[in-house]
């Protein structure tokens, strides 16, 4: 058969076209997934080095302002839910030394952990978790339970669970359980 030398027929291009296609769609596919799967995991990091950081407020305290608040493994006395009525909902601590009298309670409000400082001498400020006020310190918590332990009432028993929802990927969440020992309690 002789060819005319000016071009490809219609069939060839057919045929090139459909084995590229053949070898980018799942390169494509392949680079899209690697990609969401990129997204994925640096939302689910954000979001438990959120909870990561929230946790560590409550437990280590943190400087902020250049005002100290401290942290419950700092406790000498603390307020769970289960122990009172003025307490449900959180968690209170009285922090040393006793000449300042600062405390700290958290409390979850809605989707947000909110944190309340006051001193023993101010008036109104006593060691419960008050139902107004405060500052927020992280978003998106779905769950903030305490509990003191029941064999040692030493051990406070901390969960925090954080959930966002991710624009792309769905939803992420972390859960966050600790039991923190009061070694400074009277």
Known sequence: MLRDSRGSTLIEVVVAVAILAIITIPITSALTGGLRSQAS?????????TAQEGFSRILDGETRGGDKVG???????????GDNTSCSGGIAFLLPPLETNQVVSYRQEGSRLIRTVCYLDQT???LNVPKEGGTPVMENVTRFQVNRDQAN????????????EAPVTGPAGVILETSVMLVNSY
């Not at 493994?73 to 307020?79: F, G, L, M, S, V």
């Not at 009432?153 to 966002?164: A, D, T």
Request: charged letters at 25%.
């Open 41 to 49: 995991a640096a939302f689910n990091f954000e979001v438990q080095e």
């Open 71 to 81: 942290g419950l493994r700092n406790a000498i006395q603390a307020c769970t839910e």
């Open 124 to 126: 109104g400020c006593a």
């Open 153 to 164: 009432p030493r051990v406070i028993k901390l969960i925090i669970e954080v959930k966002k």
